[in-house]
């Protein structure tokens, strides 16, 4: 399996309250993303990664930031979490820039936010 | 911009039946196309892809083929398992820091 790992698993956190996620990888990929999945949405872009300090964002970004201070970890915080940002979070890493390179995905956190 | 559309889940089918998952596509630019799977409580994983018009993808006996004349990539499998009970996602790729653009996802059961 790559080496890609996700914390926590599941959070159940209250409304207005910060939240940090967090994806470690081994593989030393360059190219680190959040994703988060709803039903009826599929998976959307939250924020990117395309190495140490460098970010951009995606196409549901509100509400949420990151910060990437080594290659190896890529973390999503939600800064006053709403229940609208009850979800499934995935990061996924890529060794390349180039659009036939597929993702390796970590398995989830499931975040609740009451 | 860039969208997946796939066919409404779920779909459910008796071991051994003919698999077919529709997905359709736009794209800004010439595409990279996937199917990524995912089973119950996991993230996903890449399945099969195709890089350019007439490929044809391949893993696992799943089969897609890129159709730029149609903007499809339709997924198929000859003969489902209970085993490939799982989520289906189609996806692109135009390039540009790899962000990917998924589909809704369509759910596959196969009963015995």
């Known amino acids: 399996d790559a080496g890609i790992t996700q914390s926590p698993r599941h959070k159940v956190t209250e409304t207005g309250t910060p939240v940090t996620l967090r994806c470690h990888q081994t593989e030393n990929h360059r190219y680190m993303y959040w994703y988060r999945q709803d039903p009826g949405h599929g998976l959307r872009l939250i924020h990117y990664?395309?190495?140490?300090?460098?970010?951009d964002k995606g196409e549901v970004s509100d509400g949420y930031s990151v910060s990437r201070s080594k290659t190896e970890d890529f973390l999503l915080t939600l800064e006053s979490a709403t229940s609208s940002q009850t979800s499934v979070y995935f990061c996924?890493?890529?060794?390349?820039?180039?659009?036939?390179?597929?993702?390796?995905f970590g398995s989830g956190t499931r975040l609740t936010v009451v | 911009g860039n969208s997946v559309t796939q066919m409404e889940g779920p779909v459910t089918l008796s071991e051994e039946a003919f698999l077919t998952i529709n997905c359709t596509y736009t794209a800004t630019g010439y595409p990279s196309l996937f199917w990524y799977v995912q089973y119950p409580g996991e993230g996903l994983q890449l399945l099969l892809k195709a890089t350019k018009a007439d490929d044809k993808g391949s893993n696992k006996g799943f089969e897609a083929t890129y159709r730029k004349e149609t903007t499809s990539f339709h997924l198929e499998k000859g003969s489902v398992q209970v085993s490939d009970s799982a989520v289906y996602f189609c996806?692109?790729?135009?390039?540009?820091?790899?962000?990917?653009?998924f589909g809704t996802g369509t759910k596959l059961q196969v009963i015995p």
């Open positions: 990664s395309y190495g140490v300090k460098d970010t």
């Open positions: 996924a890493i890529s060794e390349s820039s180039q659009r036939d390179y597929g993702y390796t």
């Open positions: 996806a692109l790729s135009v390039g540009g820091y790899q962000k990917v653009t």
